[in-house]
Structures are given as C-alpha cells and as structure tokens.
C-alpha cells in the first residue's frame, strides 16, 4: 500500500499524515463498531467519485477500493489510522442512486445508509459528494432532508471540478452554495476538489480534523 510523501501533505493537519487502515465491512447495523470514537462519514451517488475522494484525502492509492463500475462499494466501510492513540472512524458508505443494480439491492443499500445516517450519535459531520458536472440531484436533496430533520451536520464537497473550464467552477459551487444555505443542518462552506489533480484536498483535511479532533 503506497503512502504519499511528505513533502506531498505538507499542507495537512498530521492526523492526514498518518497511515489508516481498514477495519470492516458492515452489511447491516448491528454490525456496526462501537460508537466510542468520534467519526464523519463520506456519502454520494454511486459514480460520484468517492472511493478516489478518500484515498487522495489518506494518501494512500489502495485504502477504499475504486471500480469503474458505480456500486462497488456495497457495504459501510470503516477506517481508522493506524496509530491506536488516534480514535477516529472514516466511514465510507454505499453509493446510492445506481439504477442498474437489482432493486432489492439498492434499496437494501439505501436502508442501511439511512439508518446509520439517523442514529449514529458518534457521527460528527456527513461529507456530500456531488459531481462538480452534474450538480446536486434529486436523491442528494432526499439525503439531505433526512440530515436536516435528523440535525446532523453535513457538508457538501464537489468532486471532479478540474472537468469543468474556471467560470464553470465558480458557477458549480455558487450553484450549490445556493441550494444548501437554507438548509438547517448544513455547513456553509462548499469545497471544491480533484481527486486527480489533487485540488481541494488539504482544504477537505482539515475540516476533516477539525471534526474528528473536537467532535464526541
């Protein structure tokens, strides 16, 4: 498993700095880790991005398994840093929307990710992912509302803006500034990121480390 260097990450909070590693899947609730520790956890459309997100957050190429085929990700995955005195959970959930798994599997996916959004008291911040291109849709406004009446905090992160030309960044995120200022549990800040090029993710980190380091 490679790990980016250090002049790489200078520019990151050292929780981000540090090896993680896998710790499970979970297929259903009461399979969950113990909820002693703080945790955010990472959500979005199934062809959003995200196991790509995570890895460049962590430096580590191999930590969440990326696929081109949207749904790979079938489980609650939770990773924590290496170093034991660190107590933190990133966990990346299933992707939702994919139209093309059988049914009884995306809304058993949807299930589960609703009832670990709901009742999680651990969770200290939801990040998001929204295609920079596509904008925020219809099942990311359902996430959304279940969020909002559950008073957990979320925060929305655009991914893959290096697709789009400058003006059609700036647009993305004013677009989505718009749709989530009056939302009662998001976070204000939207932060825009590249997976590919790297843009973003140090911004990312440290709302990250800020969550973990001062969260339950």
Known sequence: MSHQSSEETTGRPLLFRRPWVFVKGVVALDGLPEG??????????????????????????????????????????FFRPEDQDNQSYLVDLPGYGYAKAPKGQVDAWNHLIRDYLRGRAALGRVFILIDA????????LEIMKMLDEAAVSYQAVLTKIDKLKPPGRIKAVEAAAEVLKKRPASFPEVLATSSEKGWGIDELAQAADSVLNYAV
Not at 133 to 140: E, S, T
């Open 36 to 77: 002693d520790r703080a945790e955010i956890a990472f959500a979005g459309r199934s062809n959003v991005g995200k196991s790509s997100l995570i890895n460049a957050l962590v430096g580590q190429k191999g930590l969440a398994r990326t696929s081109s085929t949207p749904g790979r990700t079938q489980e609650i995955n």
């Open 133 to 140: 291109r596509h904008g925020i849709k219809a099942n990311d």
